[in-house]
């Protein structure tokens, strides 16, 4: 049994296996990221799991996602063979006096490789039974399309490598027979010996048998060095070429077929980390730190200088209007551009507005029509979809009562893509462009995946080729994921959202449709921007800074009056609402052409659930609302319950002791503005005894499996959120809405 265990233990696999632990650590992370998603413990509030057990390719989850997935895991094997024989052949100089060298690598390092494949299939097949409710010989299917598109690009990868090997046996092996010429091209240093070396006894030959090392012929370890070095050179040609394929991929990202499944692209992109740690590794060996120290230097003059910017831009704003036309973003500025008047001006003809929209829904001389202020939270493609259900849900029972008695549209993120895909929708309808706007496809179409363009631009264009051009209505601009996000949106709704803020300007001013007004957080400081199609002025401070003389508090920014010279209204409906949706790091920040710039993200920071516009809007015509409607109606949507009990957190390890008070406000940013907002709903009934407050709730039939916060849904989601209307919650709220409406 010793002689057993030492023999396993000296078989060159484990060795290998064992190398990885023990140096150079750092490439394992690819690994554990991996292998905590599929488990549920990385990303899961995001849902990243789905995007790997059930990947979808133009809209589909089949045989071809999968084939695609497979092919890109093949990929990521391939980087993570490369990136560590060029990190550790050194230390296997035995290596280079065999043929087929990197061939002979990969199958004795295939330990960890074929562990995670073994774990991805149980993992993979358990979830699309339990989650996705795939049949067995479906399942059988998805499971043949990953393994041989893992096989195909396996085999392409290694018949490149075998002409390589061909390659040096021209070049250099045929020098390896006359060591004499070999001392007078490399002169031996006595000193320059490899003390690192792994200790094996026996290998895995490309025969799949076991060979004993101390047969192979030796050779001076400097000539096995020098043969090392050229695969280590072809290693690195494979890993430019894949980028290469990634640059021409992204210069063509607005072909669907071309784009990848999510969970694809984030493999090729922890392939491509890898290749660049190993190439680094190879050029720069021992300066390897200074190396990494120096390109992060290089690539912050880069950003310095202008010359690669992370953030994203608003399609349809004019960036390249003279400096003295950019407005001045500070306090003056503010205060001098929000003043009173134009407070007074802006709530003017929003009263005017209503009593357009009024006139057009007086259906009775004594009886007062009730008024509709939709309020909607973020929450991703969850809350789209569950948005667009409720809403189209409740227009559908009151036969279109919904939509004509909203006067007011506006929330956060994911919602805000719902409620404005709902309104584009019955603007359609209304004009008769479309029959039928409770039909089945167009709930469907709300529900398509968002995650896998944008991840695709991530890893195509946002890392690879920054400098990708677009013309865009009327200017040019950069390419990136926040681009991709938009374009996808709009073939997703079948180019309904595909508008700019002028379109509904008329609509809007005359009452025709509920008034949309999208928000972001300004993160300079924290101040709300007001995106909209009229103007808005009157949502920019609250009424008491009217009469404050000193510094009157300005906690919004009304963005058509602010960007004025900018072609506001030329501003995309999707930006908007992307802008509106801005998560971090899925989404790049978007910068303004202000001076300094405006930096803005997701609306949610500010208020994830869209109330404070809400109630300052009713406060601000309070009095005129009181004398001309009935009930007002405050509908809010919002993708998760309101009072919900968090579990406590088990301050159990020194981890949890220690960052829990730094994460908490991160962890529990949705129930203390839920908490803090229902003081306001408790006071505003008190000032406007008309006021009701509704609350439509996604409830999920399993308290633990709720959809996740991604631009993805898997059809189970789809289906919980679907039916979660049923909920007798909320369909006791649906009984108080009819009885109000009426």
Do not use: Q
């Given at each position: 049994m010793p002689k057993l265990l030492s023999g396993l233990y000296r078989f060159l696999p484990v060795q290998l296996l064992l190398l990885h632990f023990r140096k150079y650590q750092l490439l394992l992370v690819f690994w554990i990221i991996m292998v905590l998603t599929l488990v549920g413990r990385f990303a899961a509030h995001f849902g990243a799991s789905a995007l790997f057990l059930a990947p979808e390719y133009l809209g589909q989850i089949n045989f071809l996602s999968m084939f695609l997935l497979g092919s890109a895991m093949a990929i990521f094997v391939m980087a993570w063979n490369i990136t560590t024989f060029i990190i550790h052949s050194h230390r296997i100089p035995f290596l280079g006096a065999t043929r087929q060298a990197f061939l002979k690598y990969c199958i004795n390092n295939s330990l960890l490789p074929l562990s995670f494949l073994i774990f991805y299939s149980v993992v993979s097949i358990r979830y699309q039974w339990f989650n996705e409710h795939t049949s067995v010989s479906k399942i059988f299917l998805l499971q043949c399309g990953f393994y041989l598109g893992f096989i195909i690009f396996l085999l392409l990868s290694f018949a490149y490598f075998f002409r390589v090997d061909r390659d040096l046996l021209k070049v250099v092996i045929s020098r390896i027979t006359n060591p004499s010429v070999i001392r007078e091209i490399i002169p031996y240093d006595s000193l320059d010996v490899e003390f690192d070396v792994v200790r094996a006894r026996t290998f895995l030959s490309?025969?799949?048998?076991?060979?004993?090392?101390?047969?192979?012929?030796?050779?001076?370890?400097?000539?096995?060095?020098?043969?090392?070095?050229?695969?280590?050179?072809?290693?690195?040609?494979?890993?430019?070429?894949?980028?290469?394929?990634?640059?021409?991929?992204?210069?063509?990202?607005?072909?669907?077929?071309?784009?990848?499944?999510?969970?694809?692209?984030?493999?090729?992109?922890?392939?491509?980390?890898?290749?660049?740690?190993?190439?680094?590794?190879?050029?720069?060996?021992?300066?390897?730190?200074?190396?990494?120290?120096?390109?992060?230097?290089?690539?912050?003059?880069?950003?310095?200088?202008?010359?690669?910017?992370?953030?994203?831009?608003?399609?349809?704003?004019?960036?390249?209007?003279?400096?003295?036309?950019?407005?001045?973003?500070?306090?003056?500025?503010?205060?001098?551009?929000?003043?009173?008047?134009?407070?007074?001006?802006?709530?003017?003809?929003?009263?005017?507005?209503?009593?357009?929209w009024l006139a057009m829904r007086s259906d009775s001389a004594t009886r007062k029509p009730p008024l509709i202020v939709l309020t909607v939270s973020g929450g991703g493609s969850r809350s789209a979809y569950w948005t667009f259900r409720t809403l189209n849900y409740l227009d559908s029972l009151s036969h279109g009562g919904l939509f004509a008695h909203t006067a007011l549209l506006t929330g956060a993120s994911g919602g805000m893509i719902g409620a404005a895909y709902w309104r584009s929708l019955h603007i359609e309808a209304q004009q008769g462009r479309v029959a039928n706007p409770y039909a089945p496809v167009y709930q469907d179409r709300i529900g398509r995946d968002l995650l896998n363009a944008i991840i695709f631009s991530f890893v195509s264009v946002d890392l690879i080729s920054p400098f990708n051009k677009i013309a865009l209505g009327g200017y040019a601009y950069t390419r990136d994921r926040g681009y991709a996000m938009e374009q996808e949106l709009i073939r997703n709704t079948e180019g309904l959202l595909d508008k700019k803020l002028s379109d509904f300007q008329q609509l809007e001013h005359d009452g025709m449709v509920p008034q949309l007004i999208a928000n972001a957080t300004i993160i300079n400081d924290g101040r709300r921007l007001l995106i909209s199609s009229q103007p808005v002025a009157y949502l920019t401070q609250p009424r008491y800074a009217l009469t404050d003389s000193f510094k009157p508090p300005i906690d919004a920014i009304d963005f058509a009056a602010f960007f004025r010279n900018q072609n506001p209204y030329n501003l995309r409906l999707t930006t908007a609402l992307r802008m509106n949706a801005t998560f971090p790091f899925i989404l790049p920040v978007v910068r303004l052409p202000s001076q300094p710039e405006m930096n803005v993200m997701d609306a949610g920071l500010r208020d994830n659930f869209g109330i404070e516009v809400a109630m300052r809007y009713l406060l601000v015509y309070k009095d005129w609302l009181k004398q001309h409607v009935g009930d007002i109606i405050v509908v809010q949507v919002r993708d998760t319950r309101e009072y919900d009990v968090f579990p406590a957190t088990s301050q159990n390890t020194l981890g949890s002791m220690l960052f829990d008070p730094l994460t908490v406000i991160e962890n529990k940013w949705e129930p203390f503005q839920s908490y803090g907002q229902s003081y306001a709903k408790e006071m505003l009934p008190e000032l406007m005894d008309q006021v009701h407050f509704l609350t439509f709730s996604y409830i999920p039939q399993q308290v633990n499996k709720s959809a996740a916060l991604n631009f993805h849904l898997t059809s189970t989601e789809k289906k919980d959120i679907y039916e979660s209307i049923f909920h007798p919650q909320n369909q006791a709220t649906v009984r108080k809405f009819l009885k109000l409406l009426r």
């Open positions: 490309e025969m799949m048998t076991v060979e004993k090392i101390s047969e192979l012929k030796t050779y001076d370890a400097r000539l096995l060095s020098a043969v090392l070095r050229r695969h280590h050179r072809n290693a690195i040609t494979a890993t430019i070429f894949a980028l290469v394929i990634l640059l021409l991929m992204g210069a063509f990202m607005e072909e669907p077929h071309l784009r990848i499944p999510a969970g694809s692209g984030f493999l090729l992109l922890f392939a491509v980390m890898m290749g660049l740690v190993g190439a680094v590794k190879y050029f720069l060996k021992t300066w390897e730190l200074m190396g990494w120290v120096l390109i992060a230097g290089f690539l912050s003059l880069l950003v310095h200088f202008r010359i690669f910017d992370l953030r994203s831009i608003a399609y349809g704003l004019d960036y390249h209007t003279e400096k003295s036309l950019r407005p001045d973003y500070d306090y003056e500025s503010l205060r001098k551009l929000f003043s009173p008047s134009r407070y007074r001006a802006d709530a003017r003809a929003g009263e005017e507005r209503l009593e357009r």
